[in-house]
């Protein structure tokens, strides 16, 4: 039994493997990343030295130095971080390569995108040694700033000139713009418990009737992701061509509509040429060119060296291209009705005629005024239609105030579409103010719609009451019906742009539009109205009051600084107006029903220095603005004279500036019975010293050259000043005006002898 339990004992033993014992552990090891057997396992390392690595040697990673380099007695470095892989570490310097390079790259941006002045105040800062940190917060604060003062004070934006009440001779009863919000809002302060359901109604509570337009930034549609330098040779500046494109859509597009905008962006952005092309990216940034007030020399569109005149010559050049091809596309009509408008406000109506000329005759070839627009394709469809009632009412614009027969005599057979139904037909604009996140629409829709329909109104009047090269003649019978027809469309104008609501500047014009039309309809010659003589200088006088109040709603609301042709023209007309009252202040038939108080000749006083301060600031976007504020101004008197170079000559206080202004309305009170003694001083230190009284002070408005400003004018347009009822067309256009102007200087000059010795009284208004 004992033997036989010892053999099956051994017998299990003998069974089991042989296993060997194993080591301990080294001290300092944790056991990971060892290999092969026993004590003689290497542990894994994250990254070995750069000494290591050219070997191709085994690193144990020690550090300050590892285990070979103090054997072979080299130089120990390490590219990484002590937890750190090589990968690791080529991506954390990518990062901070990055982030040192990132605020060069802004700064060049920055550097790009400033005016001259401001690019050369930073790159004073760089030589100078300051940090681009410093630079950057400089550069950002900066436009902080700037943009806070793009944030006017609720009530009241801008003040008038020399009287800075609303004149008594407006403030009617049933002057139906002194109900509006505008109004409300600019002269009324919101109740001081807060802004309740009443002073929301009025527009307290809205950004729009609180700040300037040209304050706000277009949110929709967006030129952020456009590379425009695809389209034009001129510059690859892709950021200053935004912002062309930017003041072309905010000033220009909706009042004259001359293309899709939707369709023009996509089309951009996607590099198609079907409602794009490079002509038309030009035309519109050369008439930008007139928009953009960081554009220097914006006016003098004959300069090779400016923006502008490069633009236009690029434009000029693909025009020669597209105009000879034998069918004409889409966007060469449109370019030619942009480049009809830029010569039209350069002084040059004849050009611009003939390419609107050249525009109607491509957009009949392609079938544009009938109602299927000559093609099937629904798209190509309502981007013809667009243009096609833009470019009639073009032409129905020019031909009205040109007191000549419209071109086209039907409008386009497609029916306009209801902004409400299908607000995409027309697009829409929309704005932020800064400092707030409200978003707000510019009514794109029902501006556009309200234009096409007075023009329209304009054309069928054009046709039936002028003739080529003759005066208009018209009935009594004609004149109401064409004001049943005013007045039906004006009473029937969309909600946001009823009379107390209108705010924009392009709602505001279309206001100012009618009140004008009412005004030139009213002055026609018309046969046997002789006995409603009273019942037409009532409905001018009504007309009148109405547009010198918008005038004045425009100014506080919006100034009028920026680009807008439109207003020029009524500038012109309500100076004129103003002036036949001054001349004649004991009243007359045609001008007042009764005698012109003291207190009425300064309110007069106040619109005309207005009227030419508006000019005088058009003057700085258009050349033809330049042109007919010279003209305002060499009809006004002396001491007018002397309150207009008070009020456009900037000032560095305000306290400066209400100093100036005493001083300036004691002079002129005081000088008003003897105009020789504000000439007598200063005749001789100008170039037409018999024409234009010098002022005291240098300023750029009276430096320039007289006969540089009219060598390029070939102008059909009427000037909006009075003339004899039978005068024809001929001897009140541009052209007419500046001749006969040239050549009473010419008189001047040759009498400014005789002005230094004593008879300078009969010089001091010489258009008169």
Not at 383 to 412: D, E, S, V
């Amino acid at each position: 039994m004992e033997s036989g339990s010892q053999r099956d004992g051994s017998s299990s033993d003998s069974s089991r493997p042989h296993l060997v014992p194993l080591a301990p552990a080294p001290a300092g090891s944790s056991g990971q990343g060892a290999s092969g057997s026993g004590s003689r396992g290497r542990r894994q390392v994250t990254a070995a030295c750069e000494a290591c690595r050219r070997r191709k040697s085994k690193c144990n990673a020690e550090r300050p130095k590892c285990s070979l380099c103090v054997r072979h007695r080299t130089d120990c470095r390490y590219a990484t971080a002590p937890t750190e892989t090589h990968s690791q570490a080529l991506k954390r310097k990518h990062s901070e390569l990055q982030d040192r390079i990132t605020p060069y790259e802004e700064l060049f941006g920055i550097l790009k995108s400033k005016s001259e002045t401001e690019s050369l105040e930073i790159l004073r800062r760089v030589r100078s040694g300051a940090d681009v940190g410093s630079i950057l917060r400089h550069a950002r604060d900066g436009d902080l700033l700037i943009q806070l003062s793009l944030s006017p004070e609720a009530r009241r934006r801008y003040e008038f000139p020399y009287i800075t009440d609303m004149p008594a001779s407006i403030l009617v009863p049933d002057n139906l713009y002194l109900r509006s919000f505008v109004y409300e809002t600019t002269f009324r302060a919101p109740s001081s418990r807060g802004l309740g359901s009443n002073s929301r109604r009025e527009g307290h509570g809205d950004d729009r009737y609180l700040k300037p337009y040209q304050a706000a930034n277009v949110v929709e549609p967006s030129f952020a992701n456009v590379t425009v330098s695809k389209w034009t040779t001129v510059t690859s500046d892709d950021l200053l061509l935004r912002r062309l494109l930017n003041a072309f859509l905010y000033y220009q597009h909706p009042w004259t509509a001359a293309f899709h905008m939707d369709y023009f962006l996509k089309d951009m952005a996607s590099g198609r040429s079907r409602f794009c092309s490079s002509l038309l990216v030009n035309s519109v940034l050369a008439a930008a060119c007139h928009m953009s007030r960081e554009i220097p020399d914006r006016t003098k569109f004959w300069v090779p060296q400016t923006l502008g005149y490069q633009f236009l010559a690029e434009a000029k050049r693909l025009w020669e291209v597209e105009s000879r091809k034998d069918t004409p596309s889409l966007t060469t009509i449109q370019a030619a009705i942009v480049l009809s408008i830029v010569a039209t406000t350069t002084a040059m109506d004849k050009v611009g005629t003939s390419y609107l000329l050249q525009a109607i005759a491509m957009a009949a070839s392609l079938d544009m005024f009938s109602a299927t627009m000559g093609t099937d394709n629904e798209k190509m469809r309502r981007a013809r239609a667009f243009t096609a009632w833009g470019l009639f009412c073009w032409q129905a614009w020019q031909r009205f105030y040109f007191t000549m027969p419209p071109f086209i005599i039907n409008p386009p057979d497609y029916p306009l579409p209801d902004p409400a139904l299908d607000a995409g037909w027309y697009g829409e604009i929309w704005i932020r103010y800064p400092l707030s996140q409200t978003v707000y629409p510019a009514s794109v829709g029902h501006v556009v719609k309200a234009n096409f329909e007075l023009r329209k109104l304009m054309n069928d009047m054009a046709a039936e009451m002028f003739e080529e090269d003759k005066p208009p003649r018209t009935t009594v019978a004609q004149v109401l019906d064409c004001k049943a027809r005013l007045d039906s469309w004006f009473t029937h104008l969309p909600e946001p742009l009823m009379p107390t609501k209108v705010v924009l500047p392009d709602h505001l014009k279309i206001h100012l539009e009618y009140y004008g039309v009412m005004i030139g309809l009213m002055r026609l010659p018309v046969e046997s109205a002789a006995n409603l003589a009273a019942t037409w200088q009532g409905i001018i006088q009504y007309a009148e009051i109405r547009l010198e109040t918008l005038l004045r709603l425009y100014y506080l609301r919006h100034s009028f600084e920026c680009y807008d042709p439109l207003l020029m023209h009524w500038l012109v007309f309500l100076g004129d107006v103003v002036l036949k009252k001054l001349d004649n202040p004991s009243g007359s038939p045609t001008t007042s029903s009764a005698t012109t108080t003291p207190l009425d000749l300064e309110s007069l006083r106040s619109t005309l220095i207005l009227c030419a301060k508006g000019l005088y600031d058009q003057s700085r976007n258009y050349h033809i603005a330049f042109i007919v504020y010279r003209l305002l101004r060499d009809r006004m008197k002396a001491n007018d004279l002397d309150l207009l170079r008070t009020h456009i000559l900037p000032t560095p206080t305000a306290a400066t500036a209400n100093t100036s202004t005493a001083t300036a309305t004691t002079t002129a009170r005081r000088t008003s019975s003897s105009p020789t003694t504000a000439t007598s001083s200063s005749s001789s230190s100008h170039p037409h010293a018999g024409t234009i009284p010098a002022p005291s002070n240098h300023n750029n408005d009276d430096n320039d050259d007289p006969p540089l400003m009219t060598e390029y004018v070939q102008a059909q347009w009427l000037v909006p000043v009075g003339f004899a009822p039978d005068d024809p067309p001929t001897r009140r256009t541009l052209d007419y005006v500046l001749r006969e102007h040239r050549k009473l200087s010419l008189d001047d000059d040759r009498g400014s002898a005789a002005s230094e010795v004593g008879e300078s009284s009969n010089v001091a208004s010489p258009g008169r």
